[in-house]
């Protein structure tokens, strides 16, 4: 599995922005398809993750009611949409994936794949 991430940029407080992850090689019903975020000197955190198939959508609470994780099959990409931003969510973003879904989601050493990272950048 292939996994390209795309959409970072500069954007201003209380804007947002789209991020998009596009999978190659096979993404198949059970998957989990996360994002993680990594600040500059602090550790990778979950983002959000979603299960390929449907039934689970999960949200790390500093993201709940701005973030929102969402898949188009045709075009074998997961998309997370980013609103409300602040610069407290100025990162690195990543997409991964797993090739199960697993209650700890959260976890990025659970992942198998990982794309290559998208800077976000909030300004004050």
């Known amino acids: 599995v292939q996994l390209q991430a795309y959409g970072g940029g500069l954007v201003q407080a209380g804007g947002s922005v789209r991020l998009s992850c596009a999978a190659s090689?096979?993404?198949?019903?059970?998957?989990?398809l996360g994002w993680f975020r990594q600040a500059p000197g602090k550790e990778r955190e979950v983002v959000a993750a979603?299960?390929?198939?449907?039934?689970?959508?999960v949200y790390a609470d500093s993201v709940k009611g701005r973030f929102i994780i969402s898949r188009d099959y045709a075009k074998n990409t997961v998309y997370l949409q980013m609103n409300s931003l602040n610069p407290e969510d100025t990162s690195v973003y990543y997409c991964?994936?797993?090739?199960?879904?697993?209650?700890?989601?959260?976890?990025?050493?659970?992942?198998?794949?990982w794309g290559q990272g998208t800077l976000v950048t909030v300004s004050s």
């Open positions: 991964a994936a797993r090739i199960r879904w697993t209650t700890n989601w959260g976890s990025a050493s659970e992942y198998n794949y």
């Open positions: 090689g096979g993404i198949f019903t059970d998957y989990a």
């Open positions: 979603i299960r390929w198939g449907g039934g689970r959508l």
